[in-house]
């Protein structure tokens, strides 16, 4: 799950950008990275991997990420995955702290 993540992060960052060129040449290659990018998160969906995405406009969304990253540390002894549980529930929250028009119940 953590590649499928950066490789969110990175198609995000590459759209920024693209959107923000420093050059036509930055431009095209950060046009290319995303390319790849999408590409790479095409395998994931070739595979039949079942995907659950929550993101920032959802309420519950920082609540259910500490949950996950709680049961997975109690299931596996792991603390660091916790921990970078609570770091994106914290980081989603202060979001929607920043936004608050934005956020909604889940439909």
């Known amino acids: 799950m953590k590649k499928y993540e950066n490789l969110i992060e990175m198609a995000f960052r590459y759209v ?3 959107q923000n060129p420093v050059s036509p040449d930055e431009a095209d290659k950060a046009y290319a990275n ?6 790479a998160l ?6 039949g991997e ?15 990420i500490r ?3 709680y049961f997975v540390a109690d299931a ?8 970078q549980a609570v770091l994106k529930s914290d980081r989603m929250s202060a979001w929607q702290e ?4 934005l956020v909604k119940m889940p439909d």
């Open 76 to 83: 596996k002894g792991i603390q660091s995955e916790y921990e």
């Open 98 to 101: 920043a936004q608050p028009t």
């Open 50 to 64: 079942p995907i659950f995405v929550l993101r920032g406009h959802d309420r519950m969304a920082p609540r259910a």
């Open 34 to 39: 995303l390319k790849a990018a999408v590409e």
């Open 16 to 18: 920024e950008e693209i």
């Open 42 to 47: 095409k395998d994931f969906r070739a595979a």
């Open 67 to 69: 949950g996950w990253g």
